[in-house]
């Protein structure tokens, strides 16, 4: 093991007493987060340890290793991570271990795509601002199933989790400051009836390398290798660390800093990684890194910007300017169109079926007339017909869609406003209760955007 780590006043063996105490000292079943990254594989690794030296009777209640497929992982990554998924549950259950191992994604309505496309969602910040995509893709998914967990079993659980203090400075106080005194379970922060454990809390990086490499000759208990996770590491960090957590000279090279992330993330300037895997030799990569650095460009360009939110309401900026709202549709269309071709140049799957059906749906429910755009734009990009191509029935045919703009700009009227209400008649026309249509009538003549100039004459003659 490492010099100066953790392994020196506590032994790999008395680490796996520990996880073999919690796991024993009760009933509630245990789900580990696994992304496929070095800790939560050297979780998974301990506690598949830990199973196999109990006895049969001994292994008293289920382990849930959940893995979370945002929609939009790394292609490396996620190949990767559902061979990891897919070979953890076979070998579970060879060995006859309480082990199920499952992959979450976020719902289609509620994906990446569904929401910049669809709804027109502008791509989170790099300052962190509006980083609505964590909860939404990530968080709320694993939640879910949880709690599903929760249901099932009847039982409070406990959720498994690869963080370490020596990870950063800000984690290790986050995670310090949650701590329970003489506890190795703390609350769950969000999830009632859930607790947490960190089983490798206090490893350093080396620690955990050594676990993954050393043990065992790198074989996982499940019959992989982990050089293919050192080959990943490297790969992303430019090949930079051939020789993860081997020792050489009395010193430790040690990949493992980088972290594996959605091919598209907004919030960080540039993917060391997704950069990493181009550069390592990964050239099919390239049309993801190109797609990104577009798509963050165009991100406050004004004429792809709505000047009102979603609801209707404007704010201003720091500076007194209308702020930025939601992508225009037109935008939207855009991206979709670029994102289309970039699934045909990579020729791999960056937005399935589902995503394409709920923003068709949301397209319907809020801006499409015709009914029939995202349907057509398909078919012109692809060739080919999506399955309820034939189903879909216009609202309004073009002609009166376009004769109903004119109109529109003849009367000074904001199209937007006609369309809106068109819509919502739509929406509401079985409903009884006339109460119902008239207040989505009420709520659309009087959105801020349609009164604003009024109401800023106003403000401005009671300064």
């Not at 008395?14 to 024993?24: A, N, T």
């Not at 976020?106 to 300052?127: D, E």
């Not at 990569?285 to 004429?303: N, Y």
């Not at 995503?355 to 755009?373: G, P």
Request: hydrophobic fraction near 35%; charge should be negative.
């Amino acid at each position: 093991m490492a010099k100066n780590s953790y392994f020196n006043e506590n032994t790999l063996d008395e680490l796996l007493e520990e996880i073999k105490y919690v796991y024993q000292s009760d009933k509630r079943p245990w789900v580990i987060g696994y992304s496929g990254g070095k800790d939560s594989t050297t979780v998974v690794e301990l506690v598949y340890k830990m199973l196999l030296s109990l006895n049969e009777n001994e292994r008293n209640k289920n382990v849930y290793i959940v893995s979370s497929d945002t929609l939009i992982e790394n292609p490396l990554i996620k190949i990767y991570l559902s061979k990891m998924n897919e070979a953890l549950g076979k070998a579970a259950t060879r060995d006859g271990l309480p082990i199920k191992s499952a992959m979450v994604t976020p719902k289609a309505k509620n994906s990446f795509w569904a929401n910049v496309i669809g709804r027109g969602y502008p791509t989170p910040r790099m300052n962190g601002s509006f980083r609505w995509c964590t909860d939404k893709l990530k968080i709320n998914p694993s939640a879910e199933y949880i709690k599903e967990i929760i249901k099932e079993e009847s039982e409070e659980v406990v959720v498994l989790l690869g963080v370490r203090k020596a990870e950063s400075i800000a984690r290790k106080r986050r995670i310090e400051g949650r701590e329970l005194a003489n506890r190795l379970l703390n609350r769950h922060e969000t999830i009632q009836d859930a607790y947490v454990y960190n089983p490798i809390v206090e490893l350093t990086t080396e620690d955990v390398w050594d676990v993954l490499l050393r043990l065992d000759g790198g074989k996982t208990p499940w019959g992989t290798d982990n050089s293919e996770l050192v080959s990943l590491y490297a790969d992303a960090d430019s090949g930079e660390c051939p020789f993860a957590g081997i020792h050489a000279g009395g010193q430790t090279q040690s990949c493992g800093n980088s972290r594996f992330g959605c091919w598209v993330c907004t919030v960080v300037k540039e993917d060391k990684s997704l950069n990493g895997f181009i550069r390592s030799g990964h050239r099919e990569l390239i049309p993801l890194a190109e797609f990104r650095k577009w798509l963050m460009s165009i991100r406050d360009i004004p004429e792809y910007r709505e000047k009102k939110k979603r609801n209707g309401s404007i704010y201003k900026d720091k500076d007194g300017n209308i702020g930025y709202g939601p992508f225009t549709w037109e935008a939207r269309k855009m991206i979709l169109s670029e994102l289309i071709k970039t699934q045909q140049k990579m020729n791999y799957e960056l937005i399935t079926i589902d995503e394409l059906k709920a923003i068709d749906e949301i397209w319907d429910d809020e801006l499409d007339l015709s009914r029939r755009t995202l349907v057509e734009l398909y078919e012109k990009l692809t060739g080919e017909q999506l399955p309820w191509y034939r189903y879909k029935e216009p609202l309004m045919n073009s002609d009166t869609i376009k004769e109903l703009e004119q109109l529109s700009e003849k009367n000074a009227v904001p199209f937007d406003l006609v369309r809106n209400m068109i819509l919502s008649v739509y929406h509401n026309k079985y409903f009884s209760n006339q109460r119902i249509m008239k207040e989505e009538i009420d709520r659309l003549l009087n959105q801020q955007w349609l009164h604003y100039d009024i109401l800023e004459e106003i403000e401005n003659e009671n300064k």
